[in-house]
């Protein structure tokens, strides 16, 4: 690139920043925001940063990649808002496997307006673990989420009443299977005690007291300040996000699917909440696979209803700033 770079290419370089900024906004597991991107003057560079994985809970790094995946659906919304294409080369480099995604080949074509309200929903979008209210989520809501998530080449299995059954058994078989680990103990502590560092999971966003579910929620090993009330989750969904193929490039689009559903779901008015505690133990995420007829392998698992209407929705999980997480030094100067 020249010094004197065009009207054109600034645009481009700004956007591509702005972009990897909002990704910031994107779900990861126990908000480690386990991304880096690189701003290029051509092209958009995402990594996986190492020193956020959760080794205990994670040791295949499948969720690592899969909260990677939800940023760059992220990142991917926030251009197509400002108007812009570009082709997405997942795993581009062999030799360099913490380069997870590369954008480049890109077009100006006009801002998409479906992309913009995604956007928006971006900056609402949060976790709330509270039981949800007693009005069922509408299924023509749920074809939607299933819907956009299918668009990014992964599948949503919505549960029936049986599944829902089998699924709160693993998720206790999960649970009582990693409270006997010290070591993934551990890291819920750390991750759980990190106020004032932009990540983890800060008191108010956890329940006062084990919320009533029918599939039972994580116990981070402390209780938050977040009041949970009498209410239950009989009228919650229940689904599985799955796909045919279980390698690092899969794990990728599931994020993707992952955000793109969650997203969905928060425009039309549908708290998500992740259950990943089901995946993370080998024997109940295989009885997760066996609910798929084995036609896959299931990704996450996660919880669909109408948050309480008489609950204000609860505070935001803290975010690292952008400087931290965007690397511009290849375009500085040509910021708009």
């Not at 972009?19 to 991304?35: D, L």
């Not at 003057?41 to 994985?53: K, S, T």
Request: net charge negative; aromatic share 4%.
């Amino acid at each position: 690139m020249s010094h004197e770079t065009s009207a054109a290419e600034r645009s481009l370089t700004t956007a591509l920043a702005e972009a990897a900024g909002m990704a910031g906004h994107a779900p990861s597991v126990h908000n480690t925001q386990p991304w880096h991107w690189k701003v290029l003057p051509d092209a958009l560079e995402l990594r996986v940063v190492r020193e956020r994985h959760l080794s205990a809970m994670d040791p295949e790094g499948r969720l690592l990649v899969v909260s990677c995946g939800a940023a760059l659906h992220h990142a991917r919304m926030a251009l197509a808002a400002e108007g812009w294409t570009a082709m997405v080369d997942r795993l581009p480099d062999p030799a360099e496997p913490d380069l997870l995604a590369r954008l480049s080949g890109f077009r100006h074509t006009g801002a998409d307006p479906d992309a913009m309200h995604v956007v928006q929903c971006m900056r609402v979008r949060h976790t709330d673990r509270r039981p949800v209210s007693d009005e069922p989520v509408p299924a023509a809501a749920l074809a939607e989420i299933e819907q956009a998530a299918t668009r990014e080449g992964v599948n949503l299995q919505v549960l029936d009443s049986t599944q829902k059954i089998q699924l709160a058994s693993a998720a206790q078989q999960a649970a009582a299977v990693e409270a006997e680990s010290p070591e993934l103990q551990e890291e819920l502590a750390y991750w759980t005690s990190r106020a004032g560092t932009g990540t983890g999971l800060p008191p108010e966003v956890l329940p006062q007291e084990a919320p009533q579910t029918t599939v039972p929620a994580r116990d981070f090993g402390r209780t938050g300040t977040l009041p949970v009330g009498p209410g239950h989750d009989r009228a919650a969904a229940y689904g599985i996000l799955w796909g045919t193929e279980d390698e690092p490039d899969s794990w990728l689009r599931a994020g993707e699917g992952l955000s793109a559903a969650w997203l969905a779901a928060t425009r039309l008015g549908v708290s998500v909440v992740p259950l990943s505690g089901v995946v993370e133990v080998e024997t109940t995420r295989l009885a997760l696979r066996r609910m798929l007829s084995e036609l896959g392998y299931p990704y996450i698992s996660m919880r669909l209803g109408i948050a309480d209407p008489t609950h204000a929705g609860p505070p935001h999980t803290p975010r690292l700033d952008a400087a931290e997480t965007v690397d511009t030094s290849a375009v500085r100067g040509h910021l708009a």
